[in-house]
């Protein structure tokens, strides 16, 4: 196994991208061409990420298909690798992607070889998120994802779409300074930027409460918690399907990715210490975002919210530190970023038909769409976390690693679950039963081949993990469990101290 | 005298310029002519340079320099210059200001840049900058027939002796009280008790700070650069920034060394407000040159951030700062320079819009200059900045650190800003097609090296690394 797989599957979207740009020609077969070339390229990396699924070692906690090259001077390095942590991330968002390619057939009708391109340069950077195993290369990801992102939102975007667009490319750049400074101070203090050294290496226990800091307000925009969570529904809402759909499914996960790797695994003394303002600010984001939820009119606004509260489960369940709680907050990281991505799909499949997300201006829908409101049923409930679904082994993993620490976290947390089943079965019920008051709706068409490829794969793939969910945590279990140990060592070493 | 080899750069510059000259007097429109010869001058004079870029010599009693810190500086300036001249041409001549005193003003005030650069004496530092700054009043006022032109070279002139008044007086107090001006003796010399030298320095301080425009000596710059024709304009977003920060460097970091407490506040005081008032007061400028002004003034600011660091690490990072932002300059001039409809030139930044779908190339490598200057990652804007802010958390100063990152925060939205018109806004009637080549040329060569410069960022620390290591 000497093939840097890894670097393989990083940067062969960017290949793509490049092959992408080069054609030339009539606009109709420059926009095939396109629609193939990203299809193949990101349907290859999602073969290449289940093989390297396929040959990773779940017994082993270390990080696997290590590449190390030097890159500026002598410390920073190019280093990727996974662990049992990442590589589920790697696979779902070579997952996610081709998906958003199919489903983009109908909703992206101008600049298509563009946002192909924009599509697949995100794919890099969000691969490179996950991959890599230095906190520089992780930061220039990290950043460097903004630019498709915000160019996808901008350009192919709703009314409001430039606001969106800005909102969300200065919130997060603005949390994320803060981190750059915190890895600048890393490197100088410890002399490395390699993440496996850094994890061994102790930090300073008074530097750490600045540095998590730093590393917070990065993650809290991204994740994003309340009270900076005001970027997302503008952001989703603007966004095309297909913006949505990444944003909600992968870009949040790297935020809930950074918790585990960095702020737990760095600095373990801060995020102790700090763990009950993460409980406050996920009780928080929970209840009220769920209420806003309530509240909407706009469908894709409101599973924007849900998408908050869905969040703040998982913040709560890292900051247990226990591994139900780490473990759930995986499994749910992964589940919420299929489901979400299906929820999206699902309303932008009838948004094309209708241009409009106004839930009053639904209902009924199941009179001429059957086969659409079947798919939409399972994913709702599976976004309300039934029994059966994944949305349900997430959830309940993350309850009970709290319990464990917090029973009043986990109790107020067990609200929004009760929540999460008021508005989504209600946003249900508004748009597909009822009575057709629109005429629009009485003729409307049924999905076609495409959608049911973009969305086949995604119910499959709810039910199967929330009937099989050791699938998922079997690979997980042996990189959280090791997490657990060596933060349980230096918080009871740092106890010790503190005693003498 | 055998050492006169090394000051040949000098010498052919010189001689170039007074032989063009000559000929620009006694032959009619000469202005291809002149323009061909004295870009094809500064190429020359750059392997000329080159050829002593490893040594490290004193002239003249001690009191002009040819080190590595200078011949990178002159390299610089030779080929940002040389690019100035090839992309401005097409400007020049299709706005009727072909006058052949164009070329050797400038070539003119190169020959001033190196002096301030190489100087180790306060008198050369001062004849440097004012044969630099009196080129560039010309220069700025080079379209005698507009108003706007004119009043620029006027109030650049008017505020730049005012600014050289002030140099020269500072110049005087430490030589009244250290007896030389020679930067070894005054460092030998320096008494911090001393009241009349620190208000010295503090007067050639505020010289220094005028020329390359950091806040609070800024207030020239936005209506100079507004004024001045564009290809001034880019020039004078160029070559005298290096300049400027090459002789501060030298007076700070040799001279003043001693007193490295005086100044540091100083100079943190100067960048931080650059950087606030660069990435503020353009949020609501309309004119393009007009924001270009205002964001060369915040990046001034952070290559100020890193001299106030007063490390090693924090030169280097500095130089390197201001190669890129020399850099990603010329491309973005290059781009403001084919905003042309029907011959006439357009400055006002909505004119911008939609020239994603009319010019995808350009708007693709202007996109690169925009998020770069703003500071995004991978490109070369990023990098220079994290140098920056590594230098200035090792000398301990987090607060300067996070006050500029916050301030890219704030830059990145005008940025944006033109980002946004060129890409989302409804497209308008498309420029000229481009057939100048220097603006290819220009265009291509800094788009690839901002893209790409994150492939192998050591080769071009290795040399600033030499380059700052001539100073400590």
């Not at chain 2, 996109?367 to 490109?379: D, R």
Request: glycine share 6%; charged share 10%; proline share 3%.
């Amino acid at each position: 196994m000497d093939l840097p797989i890894l670097t393989i599957v990083t940067f062969l979207p960017l290949i793509g991208a490049f092959f992408i740009l080069l054609t030339k020609g009539d606009e109709k077969k420059v926009n095939q061409i396109c629609f193939n070339v990203s299809l193949l390229t990101s349907s290859l990396v999602f073969i290449l990420s289940l093989l390297l699924w396929n040959n990773f070692d779940p017994s082993s906690a270390e990080f696997q298909f290590v590449e190390e090259q030097p890159w500026i001077g002598d410390v920073i390095k190019y280093k990727v690798g996974v662990d049992g942590i990442s590589i589920l991330f790697v696979v779902l968002t070579s997952f996610i992607t081709p998906i958003c390619i199919i489903a983009t057939s109908n909703s992206i009708k101008f600049r298509q070889k563009d946002f192909f391109i924009a599509l697949l340069l995100m794919e890099t950077m969000m691969l490179g998120v996950f991959c890599s195993l230095d906190i520089f290369i992780f930061y220039l990801f990290f950043e460097a994802g903004l630019i498709p992102m915000f160019l996808i939102i901008g350009i192919w975007g709703g009314i409001r779409r430039v606001y969106s667009a800005f909102k969300f490319f200065l919130y997060t750049l603005f949390g994320s300074v803060f981190m750059l400074i915190a890895i600048i101070f890393i490197y100088l203090k410890a002399g490395t930027t390699d993440i496996q050294e850094l994890l061994k290496f102790d930090i300073d226990t008074k530097y750490q409460y600045w540095l998590w800091l730093g590393f917070f307000t990065s993650f809290a925009v991204k994740t994003p918690m309340w009270p900076v969570h005001t970027w997302l529904p503008d952001a989703h809402v603007e966004a095309p399907t297909t913006g949505s759909v990444i944003l909600a499914a992968i870009l949040l996960k790297m935020a809930g990715y950074g918790f585990i790797r960095f702020s737990i695994g760095f600095f373990p003394v801060a995020s102790h210490y700090f763990a009950p303002l993460i409980f406050t600010l996920s009780i928080i984001g929970i209840i009220y975002t769920s209420l806003v939820a309530l509240m909407q009119k706009d469908m894709k606004k409101l599973i924007a919210y849900s998408s908050v509260a869905h969040m703040g489960f998982v913040t709560i369940g890292i900051f247990a530190f226990n591994s139900q709680g780490i473990e759930g907050s995986i499994f749910q990281m992964i589940s919420h970023g299929i489901i979400s991505a299906a929820l999206f799909l699902s309303v932008g499949v009838i948004y094309d038909r209708m241009h409009t997300r106004e839930i009053a201006d639904y209902g009924g829908v199941v009179n001429t769409m059957p086969k659409y409101s079947i798919f939409f049923m399972v994913f709702i409930l599976a976004s309300l976390g039934l029994p059966g679904t994944s949305g349900f082994v997430g959830e309940f993993l993350v309850l009970i690693g709290v319990f464990k620490v917090n029973y009043l976290v986990s109790l107020l947390a067990a609200t929004g679950v009760v929540l999460s089943a008021c508005y989504s079965l209600w946003l249900y019920r508004r748009v597909v039963f009822g009575e057709v008051t629109n005429d629009n709706v009485k003729s409307l068409k049924d999905i076609n081949k495409f959608e049911v490829t973009a969305l086949l794969p995604l119910l499959i793939l709810i039910i199967v993990l929330g009937i099989f969910p050791n699938i998922i945590l079997d690979t997980i279990s042996t990189s959280v469990e090791n997490v657990v140990t060596i933060y349980n060592a230096k918080i009871s070493l740092l106890n010790q101290t503190n005693i003498k | 005298m055998n050492n006169l080899n090394l000051i040949y750069p000098e010498l052919f510059i010189g001689i170039s310029l007074m032989v063009l000259l000559i000929i620009g007097v006694f032959k009619k429109n000469s202005f291809n002519l002149i323009t061909k010869f004295t870009a094809f001058s500064l190429l020359i004079a750059i392997p000329m340079v080159y050829i002593n870029d490893n040594v490290s010599v004193k002239l003249f009693s001690n009191n002009y320099i040819i080190d590595e810190l200078s011949s990178f500086l002159k390299i610089l300036i030779l080929g940002s210059s040389a690019f100035a001249l090839f992309f401005t041409n097409q400007y020049i001549k299709d706005n009727k200001i072909d006058q052949f005193e164009y070329p050797i003003l400038i070539m003119s005030a190169i020959l001033g840049m190196f002096v301030m650069i190489s100087s180790n004496n306060l008198i050369g530092l001062y004849l440097g900058i004012e044969l630099q700054s009196l080129s560039l009043y010309v220069l700025a006022s080079l379209n005698r027939d507009s108003v706007k032109s004119t009043e620029a070279g006027v109030k650049y002139f008017v505020l730049g002796a005012l600014s050289s008044g002030l140099l020269l007086y500072g110049c005087s107090l430490i030589y009244g009280f250290t007896g030389s001006t020679n930067y070894y003796i005054i460092a030998e010399n320096f008494d911090s008790q001393n009241l009349g030298l620190i208000f010295g320095l503090v007067f050639i301080l505020i010289g220094l700070a005028f020329k390359i425009s950091a806040v609070p000596f800024h207030m020239w710059t936005p209506d100079v650069y507004e004024g001045a024709p564009t290809s001034v304009t880019a020039f004078f977003a160029l070559a005298p920034k290096v300049a400027g920060f090459g002789a501060i460097i030298r007076i700070l970091y040799v001279a003043f060394d001693n007193v490295f407490v005086e100044w540091q506040i100083i100079l943190i005081f100067m960048s931080v407000a650059s950087m606030i008032l660069g990435a503020v007061a353009a949020i609501g400028q309309t004119n393009i040159k007009r924001l270009m002004a205002y964001s060369s003034i915040s990046h001034m600011g952070y290559g100020l951030a890193g001299l106030a660091t007063g490390i090693n690490e924090g030169v280097s990072a500095s130089i390197l700062y201001i190669f890129l932002y020399v850099v990603m300059k010329i491309g973005s001039f290059a781009c403001i320079l084919i905003m042309k409809r029907k011959n006439i030139y357009v400055e006002n930044i909505r004119d911008l819009s939609g020239l994603s779908k009319n010019h995808p190339v350009i708007a693709l490598s202007f996109t690169v200059f925009l998020f770069s200057l703003a500071g995004i990652p991978p490109l070369a804007g990023f990098f220079a900045k994290f140098y920056i802010f590594m230098a200035v958390i090792k000398a301990d100063l987090i607060a300067l650190a996070v006050i500029g990152l916050v301030t890219t925060v704030i830059s990145a939205f005008y940025y944006l800003r033109i980002i946004k018109i060129i890409y989302f806004d409804p497209e308008q009637e498309k420029f000229d097609s481009i057939t100048s080549n220097g603006i290819k040329v220009s265009l291509t060569f800094s788009t690839l090296l901002i893209l790409f410069y994150f492939l192998n960022p050591s080769i071009l620390n290795y040399f600033v690394n030499i380059a700052s290591k001539a100073v400590q």
